[in-house]
T-cell receptor, first 112, second 111 residues
Framework: EADIYQTPRYLVIGTGKKITLECSQT?????MYWYQQDPGMELHLIHY???????EKGDLSSESTVSRIRTEHFPLTLESARPSHTSQYLC???????????FGNGTRLTVT | RKEVEQDPGPFNVPEGATVAFNCTYS??????FFWYRQDCRKEPKLLMS???SGNEDGRFTAQLNRASQYISLLIRDSKLSDSATYLC????????????FGTGTRLKVLA
């Protein structure tokens, strides 16, 4: 069983607020990812990291930013939330090589 | 053409039935293949990796057909609890960040 945790599980917030979604893993994985998924739709990669101080934007354009100061921690920040940011955000990590992704339990964000 | 394609379903099957899903991929050099299960409004959970020789885990069997560029998932003796969306995931370039997700096949097992 993967040990990757996301908080908060649910977040309802007003437009214009700054928010940080937390993601932590205890497996020592270098690779970490953030995906966005709307209901009934496929997952889209918004950020990834190959290790400490490494962050890259994914295939889906996003106004969010990420940081990777510690191996186990990969937070995602939205400086000014908008209703268009309403979605589910999934954090994942993986071992090197041809390894599967292990997902956290997600943060369901609603911006009003 | 999408890089990874799945029939969205839903597949409605009675309890105890055998059901199979296919997933086609466009990049012939793809190296890694996985099946995930996703329940409504939950995170995807790894069901099984797919190996070249095919592999089985209890009631679940996964196969890879490189010549025709598809992977399959067979579920035997379906249970009500198997109702979920099954996601096909392909990593076309070994060891990179690029995991390509299918849109999923929805399965409903009926009592």
């Amino acid at each position: 069983e993967a040990d990757i945790y996301q908080t908060p599980r649910y977040l309802v917030i007003g437009t214009g607020k700054k928010i940080t979604l937390e993601c932590s893993q205890t497996m020592g994985h270098d690779k970490m990812y953030w995906y966005q998924q709307d209901p009934g739709m496929e997952l889209h990669l918004i950020h990834y990291s190959y290790g400490v101080n490494s962050t890259e934007k994914g295939d889906l354009s996003s106004e969010s930013t990420v940081s990777r100061i510690r191996t186990e921690h990969f937070p995602l920040t939205l400086e000014s939330a908008r209703p268009s940011h309403t979605s589910q955000y999934l954090c994942a990590s993986s071992e090197p090589g041809d390894s599967p992704l292990h997902f956290g339990n997600g943060t369901r964000l609603t911006v009003t | 053409r999408k890089e990874v394609e799945q029939d969205p379903g839903p597949f409605n099957v009675p309890e105890g039935a055998t059901v199979a899903f296919n997933c086609t991929y466009s990049n012939s050099a793809s190296q890694s293949f996985f099946w995930y299960r996703q329940d409504c409004r939950k995170e995807p959970k790894l069901l099984m990796s797919v190996y070249s020789s095919g592999n089985e885990d209890g009631r679940f069997t996964a196969q890879l057909n490189r010549a025709s560029q598809y992977i399959s998932l067979l579920i035997r003796d379906s249970k009500l609890s198997d109702s979920a969306t099954y996601l096909c995931v392909v990593n076309p370039t070994s060891g990179t960040y690029k995991y390509i997700f299918g849109t999923g096949t929805r399965l409903k097992v009926l009592a």
